[in-house]
């Protein structure tokens, strides 16, 4: 099975360059600013899309995120609205991998094997569940492998090498080093450790690293770059989202315009 992600990570190792990897939340902050701001992630700059699923308890991420979240659910986010905004996206962009991103309750109550299939009808790539530990895979990493989806896990500073083998038995696409512990957005990485980790990782797979959490300059994805295959950059870009709403939440001219330019400025940086 190959993947639109293992193609893009195979076309950008031959260019010799690390990927972008841009994460926002579907939904915010309403269906259709989040629907133009994922349609010209591309041409800004990104290489892979990740797209969050809105949920109530989100106790992985960051305060950013978290608001992102409440904002797309006000707006009437679903994870219905979500399948069908990648639909949309592909209507005009056949090659762009999407990977959804976020906890196994809403997938739940969707129905596993209905969810699935959906997902693979709209045009996702590869799942990641923050929730679900390599005990569960069962649950959904299995039957998501099975279906023709990748399944990214995270890896974290604590990964020892006992674990690395368990967290990556049934991993593919890539894998999501999260370069700080806590929560999305708080900290900013230690780029030597990151540096250190990412080459220990790469004994234990073959896999494309890509490396999150805390990116929020084009300097930091440009160190990055140097020895991950990829950066990722989040709760920046959900706060260049923050930033451009009027006092009661609403988009503005300028709200999908920040996004971009802000991935445009750190796609600069990990090209370079």
Do not use: W
């Amino acid at each position: 099975m190959t993947t639109r992600i293992d193609k893009r990570f195979a076309d950008l190792k031959r260019e010799g360059r690390a990927a972008l990897v841009t994460f926002v939340t579907a939904g915010d902050p309403d269906y259709q600013t989040s629907l133009d701001i994922i349609k010209g992630l591309p041409r800004a700059g990104a290489d892979i899309i990740e797209f969050g699923m809105p949920f109530t308890d989100p106790m992985a991420d960051g305060p950013a995120i978290q608001e992102a979240g409440l904002r797309a659910l006000r707006a009437g986010q679903t994870l219905i609205k979500t399948l069908a905004m990648v639909r949309e996206f592909r209507t005009g962009d056949a090659t762009t991998p999407i990977v959804l991103m976020g906890y196994y309750n809403p997938i739940y109550i969707y129905g596993v094997d209905r969810f699935l299939k959906d997902a693979k009808a709209a045009g996702v790539d590869g799942l990641i569940i923050v929730d679900l530990p390599p005990e569960e895979d069962q649950e959904l990493c299995l039957p998501a492998l099975k279906a023709g989806l990748n399944f990214i896990r995270l890896a974290t500073p604590t990964t020892d090498e006992k674990r690395a083998n368990a967290v990556f038995q049934n991993t593919s696409g890539f894998v999501y080093y999260v370069s700080v512990l806590g929560i999305t957005g708080t900290k900013t990485p230690d780029l030597k450790s990151v540096e250190q980790n990412v080459i220990r990782l790469k004994g234990h797979t073959r896999l494309p690293i890509a490396v999150g959490f805390g990116v929020k300059t084009a300097e930091q994805a440009r160190s990055i770059a140097r020895n991950a295959d990829g950066v990722v950059v989040g709760s920046a870009l959900v706060n260049a989202v923050k930033n451009n709403l009027t006092k009661t939440g609403k988009p503005t001219p300028e709200t999908v315009k920040a996004v971009h330019a802000l991935v445009s400025e750190i796609a600069q940086g990990v090209r370079s």
